[in-house]
């Protein structure tokens, strides 16, 4: 009988540590993001990851160029906070060598209206505010270009202004207005572009109000995950990839962010 209970000791002894070293055995993985909504969908991703074997560590960052400097040097695995245009431009300007290995969400530009509910309705001469900074009238105008409205001089891409617009059947009037007030002028237009952000501020949902939206799925402005190219095949960013990717992230952004930010995949 007590060598019995001295066997039974020792399983359960061995079950105890064995589940101690479980919890240390986890694959540390280190994601960069800026503060807000990309670090609060990865802290989401935490639990779920743990299932799989993997301790997500968040690290937060008030700036858009720190979290690209610490993935580069090797202090992060991957981050998750930037468009592939803006890494582009950062492995250019700095000599990184950094890769996107999987879309997350899209901050969508939208057309909005107060005089039509669809956009194929839009009269002849109509009256259409855009951004007047360079960063997003290019991106504006794109999008009319999509639909078929105008059409852009070659090349000039998401850097257009509206001195590019080389046909214009409709004989669009374009308004140029500063991006905080586009929303304050959709009375005095036919319709016009808002950015995300100013678009929630003014209680308009891009999925719901939008007119004319980007597609998410198709946007060069979809946000990344990004990672080195010596890593971007390591298990553990492809295991962040496949729970990001899961129908109960994409529910979470949905009824989280109300359309502010959309799912890229």
């Known amino acids: 009988m007590k060598k019995y209970i001295a066997y039974l000791f020792v399983f359960l002894f061995s079950l105890f540590v064995a589940s101690g070293s479980n919890a240390e055995d986890l694959s540390v993985l280190k994601v960069g993001a800026t503060a807000g909504p990309h670090a609060e969908i990865l802290e989401f991703l935490k639990d779920r990851l743990k299932d799989r074997g993997i301790d997500l560590q968040v690290y937060s960052f008030n700036d858009y160029i720190t979290p690209n400097a610490a993935l580069d040097q090797g202090d ?18 700095r ?49 009319l270009e999509e639909k078929g409205f105008i059409k852009l001089a070659d090349g000039v ?41 100013y678009a929630v501020e003014a209680g308009l949902s891009p999925l719901e109000d939008a007119i004319l939206l ?21 298990r553990r960013i492809e295991l962040l990839i496949e729970v990001y990717h899961s129908d109960e992230t994409r529910k979470f952004i949905l009824d989280r962010f109300k359309g502010s930010f959309v799912p890229a995949w």
Request: charged share 25%; hydrophobic share 40%; glycine share 6%.
């Open 76 to 93: 992060l695995d991957a981050n998750s906070y930037q468009h592939g245009l803006f890494m582009d431009t950062q492995n250019q300007d």
């Open 95 to 143: 000599g990184y060598s950094l890769v996107s290995v999987a879309k997350t969400v899209v901050c969508p530009m939208g057309f909005y209206s107060k005089k039509i509910d669809d956009v194929d309705d839009l009269r002849k001469g109509a009256k259409v505010s855009v951004p007047n900074d360079p960063a997003n009238v290019g991106r504006a105008l794109a999008l």
């Open 157 to 197: 891409g998401y850097r257009a202004s509206v001195l590019d617009v080389v046909e214009n059947p409709k004989g669009i009037k374009f308004v140029e207005i500063e991006a905080p007030q586009l929303p304050r002028v959709l009375d005095d237009v036919d319709m016009g572009a808002v950015n995300v952000n």
């Open 214 to 234: 980007e597609d998410p799925e198709t946007s060069p402005f979809a946000n990344i995950i990004a990672a080195r190219e010596d890593n971007r095949d390591d």
